[in-house]
């Protein structure tokens, strides 16, 4: 479990939301108001569910960077996982309809960001516990 990046949860919401929830296509799921609350200003502030995803996905995306600073095999699987999920996100993104919108695409943008810092920083790490005895 802890191995699964933590970047499934929200590409799971986007998918329960797009097949399961809200499967007319009447509504797009993307801009259901999840909550509005007024602000002092007098302004409405209206929290969206494509929008709720994105932020998960960011928070998310900062524990991935953490975890990528753990060194030995279990940031190997780490890394390898990372690599099928962006792999699995950008063939949804190419091959089926409700995930060509712009909030599947920074899904996708995100899962990149995590793929690529993922092994930038485990190899900063890496490259910091080799020692020379000479």
């Known amino acids: 479990m802890r191995y699964i990046p933590l970047l499934v949860v929200p590409i799971l919401l986007y998918n329960a939301f797009a097949f399961l929830i809200f499967e007319s296509t009447d509504?797009?799921?993307?801009?259901?108001?999840m909550f509005s609350m007024p602000l002092v200003s007098g302004a409405t502030f209206s929290l969206t569910v494509g929008a709720t995803i994105i932020i998960l996905a960011v928070l998310l995306l900062g524990v991935e960077v953490v975890k990528a600073t753990r060194i030995g095999s279990a940031s190997i699987v780490d890394h390898v996982l990372a690599t099928v999920l962006f792999i699995a996100v950008l063939l949804e993104f190419l091959l089926?309809?409700?995930?060509?919108?712009?909030?599947?695409?920074?899904?996708?943008?995100?899962?990149?960001?995590?793929?690529?810092?993922g092994f930038a920083v485990s190899l900063k790490s890496a490259s910091r516990t080799v020692t020379f005895d000479g």
Request: glycine share 0%.
């Open 96 to 117: 089926v309809p409700e995930a060509a919108t712009s909030t599947f695409v920074v899904l996708m943008a995100i899962a990149l960001v995590d793929l690529v810092c």
């Open 27 to 33: 509504s797009d799921f993307r801009e259901a108001i």
